[in-house]
């Protein structure tokens, strides 16, 4: 047989936005590095329990870095900084995280 669920009694993962604070630190850092050269474009992206701001060299490619940020049980909010599938550092403030971008090493020319 079939069994009735009342759609007010599903559970659904908790949505997770950026604040206005945090997104004016993520396009001020964005900012930034499009006037270096290094970033062009960016996506804002939500999936359950989860917000990921990510910057790319081109549209076409896959993200440079991706900024997660999460709810927990534990803490209201948790935020980490990702190269691909390698996460590059982990914490529960933003402005932490984000300095792991800020004094990323550049490619000098000849």
Known sequence: MTEL?????RKRPRQVYFSR?????????????VSAG?????????????????VFRHSFDRPLFSIAKWADAQRPSSYAVFAGPRRLKAGGSLLDVLAVLEGRPKLVGA
């Open 21 to 33: 604070p945090e997104l004016m630190q993520l396009l001020a850092l964005y900012s930034r590095q």
């Open 5 to 9: 669920i009342r759609l007010a009694d």
């Open 38 to 54: 290094e970033w062009r474009d960016y996506a804002i992206d939500h999936k359950a329990g989860m917000a990921i701001f990510s």
